[in-house]
């Protein structure tokens, strides 16, 4: 039994912040790679960010990288994705993922092993 679910998807002004939640269960989040993607209108899904196990390495899209911060608690089992200066490009269904620590944040996305349900982010004025 693993599970994920997202929270903090929310209707926002362009420079305003969220954050986004990745709730785990049934697994210790610490032993996954957690990664953020993102499914814009009109286009496929893409990453925004994903922490290695194995070395900790983190890693941005160039979109997002300076506005943008992933974060884990231990003592919750959660993780998430602090989002600050919102464009409204920035627009998407937004998604957490996990998969195996011994795999890298490189994995295919159809090889991640569990998904969120997806949390809508709408950036307008």
């Known amino acids: 039994q693993v599970q994920l679910v997202e929270s903090g998807g929310d209707s926002v002004q362009p420079g305003g912040s969220l954050r986004l939640s990745c709730a785990a269960s049934g697994f210790t989040l610490n032993n996954y790679v957690i990664g953020w993607f993102r499914r814009a209108p009109g286009k496929e899904r893409e990453g925004v960010s994903c922490?290695?196990?194995?070395?900790?390495?983190?890693f941005y899209a160039g979109s997002v990288k300076g506005r943008f911060t992933v974060s884990r608690d231990s003592a919750t089992n959660t993780f998430y994705l602090q989002m600050n200066s919102l464009k409204p490009e920035d627009t998407a269904v937004y998604y957490c993922?996990?998969?195996?620590?011994?795999?890298?944040?490189?994995?295919?996305?159809?090889?991640?092993?569990?998904w969120g349900q997806g949390t809508q982010v709408t950036v307008s004025s």
């Open positions: 922490v290695n196990v194995i070395d900790g390495k983190t």
């Open positions: 993922a996990a998969v195996s620590g011994k795999r890298l944040c490189n994995t295919p996305l159809r090889e991640w092993d569990s």
